[in-house]
């Protein structure tokens, strides 16, 4: 139980603070201190990131800094991807699952470090 609100409290304040998806705290943190599958943490995962992103998108919206017509597009297009991804996790064993969502970490933090590399990305802020 403590490691659930351990999880849930740091999730909460990375995407509160970096916009990235409590999933890439909740997801890692199911499985090492919860004990959860892969495929048991990542299901839990998409249902817990729900009022994160409710009460991040309401804050953040009270400072302008939400595009809702991007949003929307992004969500509506999310939804046909959500369901073929959970079609292609069910059909995946949990290790390549997992191998998976490391390498997608692993991918994300090595953009990062590029863009910072050369000198951050250009932000458009409307």
């Known amino acids: 139980m403590i490691g659930a609100i351990v ?46 992103a409710i009460v991040g998108t309401y804050r953040q919206d009270r400072y302008g800094n939400v595009r809702r017509g991007d949003a929307l597009l992004l969500g509506l297009l999310s939804v046909a991807g959500a369901a073929g991804g959970v079609a292609l996790a069910n059909a995946l064993s949990g290790a390549i699952l997992r191998d998976a969502f490391a390498v997608l970490l692993l991918v994300v933090a090595a953009q990062l470090v590029h863009r910072t590399m050369r000198g951050g990305a250009a932000q458009k802020k409307s």
């Open 7 to 52: 999880i849930g409290l740091a999730a909460g304040i990375v995407a509160g603070l970096l916009g990235v998806g409590g999933g890439v705290l909740f997801v890692p943190g199911l499985v090492l201190f919860v004990g959860l599958s892969q495929h048991h943490a990542e299901a839990t995962s998409l249902l817990a990131i729900v009022p994160v």
